[in-house]
């Protein structure tokens, strides 16, 4: 191993400061296309989303436009949707169904196995000296959690199941709790005007919720019997906070194992339908998760580089601009009394319009801004909160900030951004072997 | 006609009622049972185009009922909804009024929209759509009991959809 130059000094773990730079600067920008969005395995999509063979649905890896399909065989392919002739994107639509892929220009002609199979005038024009074999389409490594489609241009990469760590024992509490898995939905794209990681960064932020979405708050609690959400209950709860292998993962304790998860879509109306669901799926759940993860709920969380809250994506799009897709994942099993509830909470609560998110923009837009002139790159963004109250715990993984209010998570972030950074290939990133206890018998693969 | 022009000027009030953020007035417009729904648009071939619009079921980019509505109407009135405060600038322009009475005096009414929002200083907004309502005779007004918006956009180029259609 070659002994890393820091180039990259951004945030300072002792004191919390974050150099504003890293929102706006367009060559941070593209070196994190190449160290970050390059490297890491990246969520692109849902098997759910291709069920057949020959199904393919449009998605992105970063900036990088992809196609993920099911091959004639059934299996899940990823290629760049660039023609190896001239450039162009092969693939036009969102979603479709077809065993090859034409391209419109000048009628090159991909199979879903990546093959270059067909070239007008291969003989006649080419002279028979084309090397089809070299010009097949560009592949991504593609694996899979619980259903969750992921994919890295890194052949260097470890494998998906080291890369999630132990962040898999408490994602396993949403994505794999039911032998029937999740299927996915969606998404809803939009155009936010904001650095990627303003987004990301925010998944672990519990402070804000109080200020930022009092007015759903009250309004909630007015319509759907949901308790007012406080300052004070937010700093003396006992949920975690929590950074496992660059994934901010907050986790909330249920009083009841048969409790409900969620809170977008639920209402006084359907709450018994939803405890009766998760009373009857318990003796499954805890058959697979065992009795304690059966105890525990994934809060907000993002999987680096730009998971926000699940499979929801913050493509980037510039430095000042980032594609925003809005996916809900549901379990099978559901009832679709429920599945409807939930779909429509997170759209009306989460989507372009979500009347929590959409107060979102503007202060993560304010963030990113700052960055933009002289002044305020003068003086670094304060992410102090609870520096020096991380600590390890003896049951739960990774780092566990002192108070589920916390920037922990945030700090933690950019230290992995910059480990990415810093990095000449992934022998320079540093992954914490799993160590916990996976009681139950939920896998990877669901 | 007469219906067409009591139709038409139905939603030249409504449009004004948006514009001049009189969104109690607004949200009387509709039934109790109102269904306040915008499917998402997908790019995919012209022989595809009957996947082009998703179905009810699908994820949809507003799904409301009349709670939800009411819910995004008064946490306007909080003073700390901070996507809407300080407000958008809007201009509804509603034309292309098709009607289509039904046998129970129920009418179909498909309208199409220009929708202009201007949002702190320079940010700016351009929303086109149809919107095909279902309106409702009650006590001899009107009242919309089904709405759905179609937008003409695949990636919505806005930071949120915060505004009324």
């Not at chain 1, 559901?334 to 009306?348: F, I, Q, V, W, Y």
């Not at chain 1, 993560?364 to 715990?393: A, N, P």
Request: proline content about 4%; charged content about 25%.
């Amino acid at each position: 191993m070659v002994a890393v130059d820091r180039k990259h000094q951004i945030i300072d773990l002792e004191t919390g400061q974050l150099d504003r730079r890293i929102f706006v600067d367009p060559d941070i920008y593209a070196e994190e296309q190449e160290k970050v969005f390059g490297r890491a395995w990246l969520m692109i999509g849902h098997e759910s989303l291709v069920p057949n063979t020959n199904d393919f649905f449009h998605t992105y890896m970063g900036e990088e436009p992809v196609i993920l399909c099911r091959d004639g065989r059934g299996n899940l392919r990823a290629y760049l949707n660039m023609c190896r002739h001239r450039g162009n994107r092969i693939v036009r639509t969102d979603v479709g169904n077809s065993r090859n892929f034409a391209c419109a220009y000048h009628g090159w002609t991909f199979s879903n196995e990546g093959a270059l199979e067909y070239v007008p005038g291969d003989e006649e024009a080419y002279y028979g000296a084309l090397d089809r074999d070299c010009l097949g389409l560009v592949e991504a490594r593609v694996d899979t959690y619980a259903g969750i489609v992921f994919a890295t241009w890194d052949h260097g990469a470890p494998s998906l199941d080291d890369y999630l760590g132990d962040a898999r024992w408490l994602l396993d509490v949403s994505f794999n709790r039911l032998d029937n898995g999740t299927e996915a939905i969606g998404p809803i794209k939009w155009i936010e005007p904001l650095n990627w990681k303003t987004a990301v960064d925010n998944c672990s932020d519990n402070y804000h919720v109080p200020t930022t979405h009092l007015s759903t708050i009250i309004v909630q609690g007015r319509h759907r019997g949901i308790p007012r959400l406080t300052h004070e209950q937010q700093f003396q709860s006992e949920n975690k906070h929590l950074f496992v292998n660059g994934h901010s993962l907050t986790m909330r304790f249920l009083e009841r194992a048969d409790q409900v998860r969620q809170t977008h879509g639920v209402t006084p109306e359907n709450l018994a339908a939803f405890e009766e669901y998760y009373r009857a799926t318990l003796p499954e759940a805890e058959r697979r998760l065992g009795s304690l993860r059966t105890r525990l709920n994934l809060g907000n969380h993002s999987l680096f580089p730009n998971g926000v809250l699940g499979l929801r994506l913050a493509h980037p799009r510039g430095p000042l601009e980032t594609e925003f897709w809005h996916f809900v994942v549901l379990e099978k099993d559901m009832p679709d009394e429920l599945k409807t509830a939930l779909r429509r909470g997170s759209a009306n609560y989460n989507g372009v319009n979500g009347i929590f998110e959409q107060d979102d923009m503007d202060n993560w837009r304010g963030v990113t801004e700052s960055g933009l002139t002289r002044m305020g790159r003068k003086y670094t963004q304060d992410l102090s909160m609870g520096v020096g109250h991380d600590r390890r715990h003896p049951d739960y993984p990774g780092v566990v900030a002192g108070r589920y209010t916390s920037e922990s998570n945030q700090r933690l972030f950019y230290r992995r951004w910059e480990q990415f950074m810093n990095a000449d290939n992934w022998e320079d990133i540093p992954l914490e072997p799993k160590a916990m206890d996976y009681e139950g018998t939920a896998t990877l693969r669901g | 006609m007469e219906l067409w022009h009591e139709l038409m000027e139905f939603y030249i009030r409504e449009a004004w009622l948006l514009d001049e953020r009189r969104f109690r007035e607004w949200l009387d417009l509709f039934t109790e049972d109102v269904f306040y729904f915008m499917p998402r648009r997908l790019n995919v071939h012209r022989h595809e185009t009957d996947r082009e619009l998703t179905p009810v079921g699908d994820l949809a980019i507003f799904e409301d009922d009349k709670t939800y509505l009411t819910m995004r109407v008064e946490r306007l009135e909080t003073g700390m909804a901070w996507g809407e405060d300080p407000p958008s600038r809007t201009r509804h322009i509603v034309g292309n009024l098709v009607v289509d009475p039904q046998p129970d005096g129920e009418v179909q009414a498909k309208t199409a929209f220009l929708l202009y929002r201007s949002h702190h200083e320079t940010e700016e907004n351009l929303f086109s759509g149809y919107r095909e309502d279902l309106l409702r005779p009650v006590d001899g007004s009107w009242q919309i009991a089904r709405r759905t918006i179609v937008l003409d956009s695949n990636v919505i180029l806005a930071k949120n959809l915060s505004v009324f259609f």
